[in-house]
């Protein structure tokens, strides 16, 4: 249950624009200690041009405080699941989390270092029921916070998941009208892994396709594709203007 506890702000700049987090008290679903987490208080469309884009990874994800993790029994997960932790899962989740330890005394959750906390939240997850999409995004979510804190090798290790997992997308013939998409991924993949030849035959492949998710209506489509052909012509121009690292 989320509880504010104060109307004050927790203020975090990003780049031109800011984000805002509000303090909330949270019991953990798991041992029912009483946590101070943040909760989102206000953002704006800027979020979609960060950086972080090239990974289609966005804010929150590239934010600390999305993270939960509870002081004491160590449930991490992120804070859209926190309240639906599913109780059937509760000494699976305990078992997994018996060994995690972020060594050292923090005074706040967001003060462990994202690395050490998705490695928590990935034993949790993998006890939860979750499909490919979900993992192809938290490994492209942890190649970003690795290389945020300079673990190359750790980096490496899950983009290449989560190009493994792009990969299969591909092979699903019924997702065909996403391919658009999913070379955006493998290509990203590779390149921030520095297989820079290959990232630029995924994107010139994909700059040839439309994305259309039978999902979703004809503009969102549209909007998407839009956003899409505009990320991979920046990559393919930094490639072709000596940007391959």
Known sequence: MLRLTSAAVVLLAAAAAAT???P???TCPLCETTNEFNTVGSWGTYIYDWPSKYELVYWPYTDGNVLYSCW???LTCFMSDFDDVPPEKSEAFRAALAEVDFGGEYASYAEIPMSARLAAAEKVYAEWDRGDDFWCHFYRL???HCAAEGLEVEAAAARGKALALAEGFMED???AGERKEFL???GAMRYL???VASA???FEEALTLTYENAELEAKRNENYDEYLTSLLQAYVEKIDTGGEG
Do not use: A, H, S
Request: proline share 0%.
């Open 20 to 22: 805002t987090w509000f």
């Open 24 to 26: 909330v008290e949270v």
């Open 72 to 74: 004491n029994c160590k």
């Open 142 to 144: 942890l190649g970003y």
């Open 173 to 175: 013939e019924g997702r």
């Open 184 to 186: 955006m991924i493998t």
């Open 193 to 195: 892994r520095g297989d």
């Open 200 to 202: 630029r035959d995924d």
